[in-house]
């Protein structure tokens, strides 16, 4: 994801920057993102199979496919400029 953002130099002139997040990043939300998911899946499961065994099977599959699915997801979107806009200050300092 890029973000845009600005720092002030010595003299309090703007200076734009554009912050981009990084893999470690994006596995980190990838990570947090697929234990609550595969929590859900897995508890789905449980309901409609009543085995504990097997529900946890398909939640920990779950995980690992759409752990480097989200992962590469993630990362192409951060190289396509679709839907960004360069906006333009309203004022500057």
């Known amino acids: 994801m890029y973000l845009r953002d600005y ?3 010595q003299n309090n002139r703007v200076t734009w920057r554009w912050l981009v997040d990084t893999t470690r990043r994006s596995i980190a939300k990838a990570l947090s993102w697929r234990f609550l998911a595969s929590a859900i899946t897995g508890g789905i499961v449980f309901l409609v199979t009543g085995e504990l065994e097997y529900a946890a099977g398909i939640g920990m599959a779950d995980t690992v496919i759409k ?4 992962v590469g997801h993630e990362r192409l979107w951060n190289n ?3 839907g960004r806009a360069e906006k333009q200050p309203e004022y500057y300092i």
């Open 7 to 9: 720092e002030l130099d």
């Open 67 to 70: 752990l480097v699915v989200y």
């Open 80 to 82: 396509i400029s679709y």
